[in-house]
């Protein structure tokens, strides 16, 4: 694709807009200063300003969501994660991938790939979800092997998982499901109470710990293409 197209597509400009802007600079092909409107351009990651760019399409994005913000589109009433946006990217038709708890912090996926986040979020393909959650008593060893080996939070009963802890009131928990306050609930099941949570790593990425609460970026390259091939 013509680079002049591509940053026409991506940014919503006119050709000759985008002509304009790449002739000022701040555009790069996989770190490569890229000034040519002309230039084509086939898979590199295209940055703006350090920021990435693509085409309307298919659009993913890590954001460190903070508490006291839904996990929606629209709330009439309560911001939700889309309004952390800028406004260029209410064309994409954007969504999170599942949800996490108002109070809850941490790696939120938003995507416009309906079919990525059906495989993403379907039970039979058992997607890790990492956890931290600051714990309102000690977790003793006989309660770890109790939550490993599965809890009823209501009716329903959790698939094994993994619990580490690095404090005495700190655990890292990865599950599989995603069932509603289910990490909460799962500590509640062993007479214990999540005081603060926060997701850490999804489907096999890990959060950006240079990302803020509120803060965002676009998949890399590499990034994008793990979740996708795990997915497949």
């Not at 085409?55 to 994660?81: C, F, H, R, W």
């Not at 700190?170 to 999540?194: P, R, S």
Request: with cysteine; glycine share 10%.
């Amino acid at each position: 694709m013509r680079f002049d197209k591509y940053v026409s597509d991506a940014l919503g400009l006119t050709r000759s807009e985008a002509r304009e802007l790449i002739k000022r600079g701040g555009f790069t092909a996989d770190g490569r200063l890229l000034t040519a409107p002309a230039a084509h351009v086939d898979g590199e990651e295209i940055r703006y300003n350090g920021e990435v760019i693509s085409p309307v399409g298919m659009v993913y994005i890590m954001m460190n969501k903070p508490a006291g913000v839904l996990s929606a589109t629209e709330d009439k009433n309560q911001k939700t994660v889309l309004d952390l946006l800028p406004e260029r990217y209410g064309r994409y038709g954007l969504f999170p991938v599942g949800r996490l708890d108002k109070d809850t912090e941490g790696f939120l996926l938003l995507t416009n790939d309906g079919a990525l986040a059906h495989r993403v979020l379907s039970p039979k393909n058992k997607v890790g979800k990492t956890y931290i959650a600051r714990l309102s008593r000690e977790l003793v060893p006989e309660k770890i092997y109790i939550l490993e080996k599965g809890v009823d939070i209501g009716g329903y009963v959790t698939r094994p998982c993994k619990v580490e802890m690095t404090d005495p009131k700190t655990a890292k928990i990865t599950v599989i499901e995603g069932k509603f306050h289910q990490v909460k609930k799962m500590f509640l099941a062993v007479d214990n109470h999540v005081e603060a949570l926060k997701r850490v790593s999804f489907a096999g990425l890990e959060l950006d710990g240079a990302l803020a609460p509120g803060e965002y970026r676009e998949l890399c390259t590499k990034e994008r293409e793990k979740i996708l091939h795990t997915m497949q």
